[in-house]
């Protein structure tokens, strides 16, 4: 994680105003949705629920909501009865004696039933505690219909009194919520598929994918709230694969492409608020798949001017990136643009680095042979450098895994992006990932869908369908089991309750990088 937060105060950038003026020009109408609470829930504990909390109805009535009378300490929960991105209002007034001091309350959004539960002052994590989606309001004269100005990411709404006075209590009436995204499920059509675990995955899927879809492809609704390149990436197949919002990918490759450092450097996301403004943070990776996302857009669209507007861009990137790899065609990449592969920095991404990289270097030559770039055969040429490297010095022949060359280390991201990248053949591919599932799984110390999407996308790579089916329904399918409405940002099977950040109150459980499970089972399962 401390990959993704990095402080560079030098870096001089270079502002495209002819890209960025096409990125405006692509800006989404936001469909906006009015929803209404279904129920009012209480929380309660429940050992198989995500963080040991979920939501059952309450003996109180969503339609009797305006003759409930709260008085201090009292509380009631909305259920949205979905997962919702968007503002909220409500009418409140004083029931009892004339009003004699102000109502002060306390208003919580949770994506998840714990979130409720836990208390914003025990938070003590890295990430800043004013992404809490809590409120506290005093209002000095009732009625009066509160409108709150924040956009919020829930499916449960928490209205506590924290004081009114002991001559008066607050009611409370017409609650709604307006949802926004640049997509309605109108967009999708019903897919064929008979397994139900399967199609429960799908539908959640493409929940976390339309909620994310705001005037960019946002990381989390949340938080961050967003536009991060990784994401992107994985957004993007996901949308082709089901909404096909074209524009809004063309505008987010434009945002990229019109930031870049004076040398060419790719950040790893930017800022649409206030103002268009890259992140002075870089991943080698992240960087590199701006080449992919183009190339993907490209194969879908057939969208020469978008090729044409910024295939100089990802050919810098791509220049840049080579400068990295020695002259026997190991790639070294150093602290200053690591590669990230994965939040977790307990192996080493070396090999994985190097998948990506070569990955990344075949789809950008289909984009040179596209432009007609007489260096092609220059690009050829290193590919073959960095792919005969990967076979003769990292592989293992006996053992049918790639090894880390200074401490003999094995692990998942190399063999995953070495299978990604097809360095080997498909025989031997199919090795590779036996080998792995023979000695790697239960995959343990992976908390991102992140990376679980590309271990699961090296499976079906090897023809490994079942395993790669199986991984998906006990990944996926296990936060579905826990009360998912949207994929979270971070699970671990073997630690249910790991949060990145020490509570539940601040981490995303509608995150973009988790919706991919739609692309995987309409490309290698409906598709095939």
């Known amino acids: ?92 007034k004083s029931v009892g004696s004339p009003m004699d001091a102000p109502l002060y309350l306390h208003v919580k959004f949770a994506e998840v039933a714990a979130e409720i539960e836990a208390d914003s002052k025990d938070y003590d994590g890295w990430l800043s505690k004013s992404w809490i989606q809590e409120e506290f309001i005093h ?41 926004e995204s640049s997509v309605t499920m109108d967009d999708v059509e019903e897919i064929p598929l008979e397994d139900n675990v399967l199609k429960s995955i799908y539908d959640v899927s493409l929940k976390t994918l339309q909620d994310c879809m705001q005037t960019v492809f946002e990381d989390g609704p949340k938080r961050d709230r967003r536009l991060w390149i990784g994401d992107l990436r994985l957004q993007a197949l996901a949308n082709y694969a089901t909404f096909d919002d074209l524009t809004l990918v063309k505008r987010c490759l434009y945002l990229f492409g019109g930031m870049t450092t004076k040398e060419g450097k790719i950040p790893a996301n930017v800022f649409t608020a206030p103002k268009l403004t890259p992140d002075d943070t870089f991943l080698f990776d992240y960087s590199l798949f701006f080449a992919v996302i183009l190339f993907d857009y490209t194969e879908h669209t057939k969208d020469k001017e978008v090729l044409e507007d910024l295939y100089p861009i990802a050919k810098k990137e791509i220049d840049l990136a080579l400068k990295q790899v020695d002259t026997r065609g190991r790639l070294v990449t150093d602290d200053d643009w690591p590669a990230f592969i994965d939040w977790s920095n307990d192996f080493d991404k070396s090999i994985a680095g190097q998948g ?26 290193i590919l073959n450098k960095l792919e005969d490297f990967a076979k003769n010095t990292l592989f293992d022949s006996e053992r049918h895994q790639f090894i880390i060359e200074k401490n003999r280390e094995i692990n998942i991201a190399s063999q995953v992006w070495m299978v990604l990248a097809e360095v080997m053949d498909a025989e031997e591919n199919a090795k590779i990932m036996k080998e792995t599932i023979r000695t790697l799984f239960p995959i343990t110390g992976i908390a991102t869908p992140y990376m679980y999407h590309h271990v699961t996308e090296a499976l079906f790579i090897a023809g490994l369908d079942e395993d790669a089916i199986q991984l998906m329904k006990d990944y996926w399918g296990g936060m579905i089991d826990m009360g998912a409405d949207t994929f979270w940002e971070a699970f671990k099977p073997e630690d249910p309750d790991f949060s990145p950040y020490g509570s539940p109150i601040i981490s995303s459980y509608c995150h973009a990088w988790s919706c991919t499970p739609t692309y995987l089972i309409k490309k290698y399962i409906l598709e095939k």
């Open 1 to 92: 994680m401390a990959f993704t937060f990095q402080i560079n105060d030098d870096v001089e950038w270079n502002h495209d105003e002819t890209l960025l003026k096409k990125a405006d020009d692509n800006i989404p109408r936001l469909i906006k949705t009015s929803i209404k609470s279904t129920q009012l829930v209480d929380i309660v504990a429940d050992k198989n629920s995500i963080n040991g909390f979920k939501a059952v109805s309450s003996d109180k009535k969503i339609e009797n909501l305006a003759s409930y009378k709260l008085k201090r300490d009292e509380r009631l929960v909305l259920d949205l009865g979905d997962h919702y991105v968007g503002k909220f209002s409500i009418d409140i």
């Open 139 to 179: 209002v000095d004269v009732l009625p009066v219909t509160l409108k709150m100005p924040r956009r919020y990411s829930c499916r449960y709404i928490e209205l506590e009194v924290l004081d009114t006075s002991p001559k008066w209590q607050a009611s409370f009436s017409n609650p709604k919520f307006i949802a």
């Open 356 to 381: 990506v990289l070569i990955y990344t270097l075949k789809r950008f030559i289909e984009l040179s042979k596209m432009m007609a770039d007489e260096d092609v055969t220059k690009y050829q040429l």
